[in-house]
């Protein structure tokens, strides 16, 4: 069980790296804003320095939150059947280090997956749009976890198969894009962490998934009464705007995965 001093390291680091990908990727994504600002919304503004304190601190808090939940999912881990002959079967001194670090290893990739998943959902609330390069990483991260404790098998990419089927299926029906290959990408990530932490359980994976579009649904009823009573002049392009009222889905897909999760392994 780790302590005090080495949860306070991990938080500072994990909030150093956190820092560090949203403001690269700020950067590059915020040019893009800015070619296409007359045909997207977007939420970034100018803030003021109070309000970027507040949302420093909002973010310092959930990444406290990101470490004791990959602490207490490793916990949850440990108590299944394959950890521990993976983790725990080493009774002698020489093979204690193995076992040592096969325990750090594996709630390392946790955490690197809730990390990522959480700047992935900064960085599509801001700007509605996430970086390729971002979504391989998670992928790998949440994959290399299922396989470290499964072992190798073609399910991270059968997986993907499967969502893309179903986006693909979504949209062959729908004018509208209901969800951006983003979204596909989170998702099967997201699954993989479920199918990690229980597996062969899929209800929980539609449990998640009800949990996100719901939650999503309420918040873009609350965004649209909000762009209603804002636009109180009803004109042709105060309706145009309301009706284009865009979402990001990745931070209730990360908001469904930690409900489930934290339901299923109390």
């Known amino acids: 069980m780790l302590d005090i001093a080495v949860y306070s390291i991990i938080i500072l680091l994990a909030f150093f790296i956190w820092y560090l990908f949203v403001r690269f990727f700020s950067i590059s994504l915020e040019k893009i804003q800015y070619s296409f600002a007359s045909s997207s919304q977007t939420h970034t503004q100018n803030h003021s320095h109070k309000v970027k304190r507040i949302s420093f601190l909002i973010n310092f808090i959930l990444i406290c939150f990101w470490v004791f939940f990959a602490s207490y999912m490793f916990r949850f881990l440990m108590q299944s059947e394959s950890l521990f002959i993976n983790l725990i079967a080493f009774d002698d001194d020489a093979n204690h280090f193995i076992t040592d670090f096969s325990s750090f290893y594996t709630f390392c990739l946790i955490l690197i997956s809730c990390l990522f998943g959480h700047i ?19 992928f790998i991260a949440s994959g290399t976890l299922y396989y470290s404790l499964y072992g190798f098998s073609g399910y991270a990419f059968m997986i ?11 949209h062959l029906f729908s004018v509208n894009e209901i969800l951006g290959i983003g979204d596909i990408w989170v998702l099967a990530s997201f699954t993989l962490l479920l199918e990690s932490f229980f597996q062969a359980h899929y209800e929980i994976i539609f449990e998640a ?29 105060n309706v145009a705007q309301t009706q284009k009222i865009k979402i990001p889905f990745i931070p209730f897909l990360l908001f469904g995965l930690v409900v489930v999760s934290c339901i299923h392994a109390a």
Not at 211 to 221: D, E, P, Q, R
Request: hydrophobic share 50%; net charge positive.
């Open 120 to 138: 992935l959902s900064t960085l599509d609330y801001r700007f509605l749009c996430v970086p390729n390069i971002l979504l391989f990483l998670l």
């Open 160 to 170: 993907l198969g499967v969502i893309y089927s179903f986006y693909f299926c979504l």
């Open 209 to 237: 998934l009800i949990i996100s579009c719901v939650s999503a649904i309420f918040y873009s009823f609350w965004l649209y009464l909000k762009q209603k009573n804002r636009n109180t002049q009803i004109t042709q392009e």
